[in-house]
T-cell receptor
Framework: QQQVKQSPQSLIVQKGGISIINCAYENTAFDYFPWYQQFPGKGPALLIAIRPDVSEKKEGRFTISFNKSAKQFSLHIMDSQPGDSATYFC?????????FGSGTKLNVKP | DAGVTQSPTHLIKTRGQQVTLRCSPISGHKSVSWYQQVLGQGPQFIFQYYEKEERGRGNFPDRFSARQFPNYSSELNVNALLLGDSALYLCASSLGGYSNQPQHFGDGTRLSIL
């Protein structure tokens, strides 16, 4: 059973636009929800993370929106830039177990 | 400050062999986690270690084992290699042993099985 479902699989956005990636989780015991950015040949880099007692967190151009009742959370990238083109992963964790989504390949067109 | 370092960066093995991968965490971090990332997929959790003790384990066979040393570095061992073990193996470190803390990843070891 897939614990974290991520969509879309790929996304094309024009420079300056908003990129939105969604994740849904199954287990209500999850207590930490990070987003990672991965470039080819590199390991995932932590972008931003949220805990379930908060509905939104913003860091620079990146915002996480968290809906506990719907068991969903999303990443918004404002003013998307070509340098943001990468694969993005959502993740969830609890009791020392970690689950990643399947990834979203973002392409920001100049 | 140095980030998470992994060695080797690339490795080629044949079926049935054994392999050991190494990881050095960020200075001050006491927890290390291991992940397997197959091409085109998200990382899959294998183990978490904190203060030399196993704190969490994913759904991987007993052919996979790990340990953590007093200096908090870690090794991942895989025995009886299968073609399906070909993947990028990632190590992540965090300050403490709880799962609700930020994890910082290395760039991984690319393991190819022939």
């Amino acid at each position: 059973q897939q614990q974290v479902k991520q969509s879309p699989q790929s996304l094309i956005v024009q420079k300056g636009g908003i990129s939105i990636i969604n994740c849904a989780y199954e287990n209500t015991a999850f207590d930490y929800f990070p987003w990672y950015q991965q470039f080819p040949g590199k390991g995932p880099a932590l972008l931003i993370a949220i805990r379930p007692d908060v509905s939104e967190k913003k860091e620079g151009r990146f915002t996480i929106s968290f809906n506990k009742s719907a068991k969903q959370f999303s990443l918004h990238i404002m003013d998307s830039q070509p340098g943001d083109s990468a694969t993005y992963f959502c993740a969830s964790s609890y009791f020392n177990k970690f689950y990643f989504g399947s990834g979203t390949k973002l392409n920001v067109k100049p | 400050d140095a980030g998470v370092t992994q060695s080797p960066t690339h490795l080629i093995k044949t079926r049935g062999q054994q392999v050991t991968l190494r990881c050095s965490p960020i200075s001050g971090h006491k927890s290390v986690s291991w992940y397997q990332q197959v091409l085109g997929q998200g990382p899959q959790f294998i183990f978490q270690y904190y203060e030399k003790e196993e704190r969490g384990r994913g759904n991987f066979p007993d052919r996979f084992s790990a340990r953590q040393f007093p200096n908090y570095s870690s090794e991942l061992n895989v025995n009886a290699l299968l073609l399906g073990d070909s993947a990028l193996y990632l190590c992540a470190s965090s300050l403490g042993g709880y799962s609700n803390q930020p994890q910082h990843f290395g760039d991984g070891t690319r393991l190819s099985i022939l």
